[in-house]
């Protein structure tokens, strides 16, 4: 590999079970999606591309996207896979594949990033394994991205991984899979699980 990767964050959600825009979400002191930007913009990821939609206005009032590209995806009540296609259209010629990340899942950092990226040299698809399954982030080569503009809906990206067409890697990762906020049960966990540390 060349060593140039893009890291994609999908913020674009609409936060319907939750009844505000979870990327404005407080946690440790800032915006819950700028966990995730800032934990992309620290890994070995040399491009990052963003994707928002849902209160997007709000969303770059209040995150900062510095050293980022940011897609605002206007189909993003459709589903994730709207995100990623609007997305891989920023990304860098030079990219030889992508690392996909959720913006609502602070709890993966950037050691687990970039080990993913380590072990991905000859892979086209790869996913993270926890101890209690597997999880993102996710890896994407370049030969797989035309596949990716075909997604649609909101769990394509997880048919495609469980399609059978193209071998998968496992990248083993300690611990269980980090929490993704989806509801306010979720958050409270969330919170709970930051004040025991």
Same mark, same amino acid.
């Given at each position: 590999?060349?060593?140039?990767?893009?890291?994609?964050?999908?913020?674009?959600?609409?936060?319907?079970?939750?009844?505000?825009?979870?990327?404005?979400?407080?946690?440790?002191?800032?915006?819950?999606?700028?966990?995730?930007?800032?934990?992309?913009?620290?890994?070995?990821?040399?491009?990052?591309?963003?994707?928002?939609? $849902?209160?997007?206005?709000?969303?770059?009032?209040?995150?900062?996207?510095?050293?980022?590209?940011?897609?605002?995806?206007?189909?993003?009540?459709?589903?994730?896979?709207?995100?990623?296609?609007?997305?891989?259209?920023?990304?860098?010629?030079?990219?030889?594949?992508?690392?996909?990340?959720?913006?609502?899942?602070?709890?993966?950092?950037?050691?687990?990033?970039?080990?993913?990226?380590?072990?991905?040299?000859?892979?086209?698809?790869?996913?993270?394994?926890?101890?209690?399954?597997?999880?993102?982030?996710?890896?994407?080569?370049?030969?797989?991205?035309?596949?990716?503009?075909?997604?649609?809906?909101?769990?394509?990206?997880?048919?495609?991984?469980?399609?059978?067409?193209?071998?998968?890697?496992?990248?083993?990762?300690? $611990?269980?899979?980090?929490?993704?906020?989806?509801?306010?049960?979720?958050?409270?966990?969330?919170?709970?699980?930051?004040?025991?540390?």
């Amino acid at each position: 590999m060349s060593g140039f990767v893009t890291g994609l964050v999908l913020g674009a959600g609409a936060s319907r079970r939750l009844g505000q825009p979870k990327q404005l979400l407080d946690y440790r002191g800032s915006p819950l999606l700028q966990t995730a930007v800032n934990t992309m913009l620290a890994s070995r990821c040399r491009q990052v591309v963003v994707a928002i939609g $849902g209160a997007a206005p709000e969303v770059r009032t209040n995150v900062d996207f510095d050293g980022c590209t940011v897609v605002e995806n206007v189909a993003f009540t459709t589903g994730c896979s709207s995100s990623i296609v609007a997305a891989l259209e920023a990304v860098d010629d030079r990219a030889e594949g992508l690392v996909l990340t959720l913006g609502d899942q602070p709890g993966v950092g950037v050691d687990t990033i970039d080990r993913l990226i380590a072990a991905t040299v000859d892979a086209e698809l790869a996913v993270c394994r926890y101890a209690d399954g597997r999880g993102h982030p996710f890896w994407f080569a370049r030969p797989r991205f035309d596949e990716l503009r075909d997604l649609q809906g909101d769990k394509a990206v997880w048919k495609l991984l469980e399609s059978g067409r193209h071998p998968v890697r496992e990248v083993e990762i300690d $611990g269980t899979i980090p929490l993704d906020v989806d509801t306010w049960d979720d958050y409270e966990r969330l919170l709970a699980a930051e004040s025991g540390r």
